[in-house]
């Protein structure tokens, strides 16, 4: 799973299922000032989150 951000400045995790999650849609990691810092993305790495669209069957991201 890799964090990026996307056109608008807000986090988006790549999920290793090929899916981009934001992380403002997910409410354990909304608000967290851990995403702000390196130390704490990085702590986060395996973190792995429930993914919405693969239950919807959803086509990849990429
Ligand atoms: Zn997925």
């Known amino acids: 799973m890799l964090l990026r951000k996307d056109e608008e400045n807000h986090w ?3 999920l290793a ?3 981009f999650q934001h992380v403002r849609h997910n409410p354990p990691w909304t608000n967290r000032p851990w995403v702000e810092s390196i130390e704490g993305r990085n702590s986060m790495l395996g973190f ?3 993914c919405k669209k693969c ?8």
């Open 55 to 62: 239950d919807e069957n959803a086509p990849r991201d990429y």
């Open 12 to 14: 988006v995790a790549r």
């Open 48 to 50: 792995l989150l429930t």
């Open 17 to 19: 299922c090929g899916h």
